[in-house]
């Protein structure tokens, strides 16, 4: 099992940027595929990017496309989300997880999960 903590949440304005960090313990991120999701409040939780295991696949929600940018650096054991171009419906508590698998796009096979951090967007 990985241990999970985000960090880089906050309120941010519509138009503005974030990078959201996600710092893996216990074992070495690298042996895992990463994805961001997020839940905004009375909304099912979705998922937002994820990435290979290797870094070289990625994938993204429709609605993040062109503006998030998914990365890893296995050597610090950290996975990023760079978020640009923010809108309100961007608001939800963001999480990592980690799967198994070489390249995980389902929710489902997300087992390691973090807390979650915030993110807040104004109008």
């Known amino acids: 099992q990985v241990q999970l ?5 906050g309120l941010v304005q519509a138009g503005g ?9 216990g074992r070495t991120v690298s042996r895992y595929s990463m994805g ?3 839940q905004a409040p009375g909304k099912e939780r979705e998922l937002v990017s ?6 070289m696949l990625t994938d993204y929600a429709d609605s993040v496309k062109g503006r998030f940018t998914i990365s890893r650096d296995n050597a610090k054991n950290t996975v990023y989300l760079q978020m640009n171009s923010l809108k309100p419906e961007d608001t939800a508590l963001y999480y990592c997880a980690a799967a198994g698998s070489g390249w995980a ?3 489902v096979e997300y087992t390691d ?3 979650g951090t915030q993110v807040t967007v104004s109008s």
């Open 5 to 9: 903590v985000e960090s880089g949440g």
């Open 17 to 25: 940027s974030l990078r959201l960090s996600c710092a893996a313990s």
């Open 36 to 38: 961001w999701f997020r």
């Open 50 to 55: 994820t990435i290979s295991r290797s870094g």
């Open 105 to 107: 796009r389902s929710m």
């Open 113 to 115: 999960w973090g807390q």
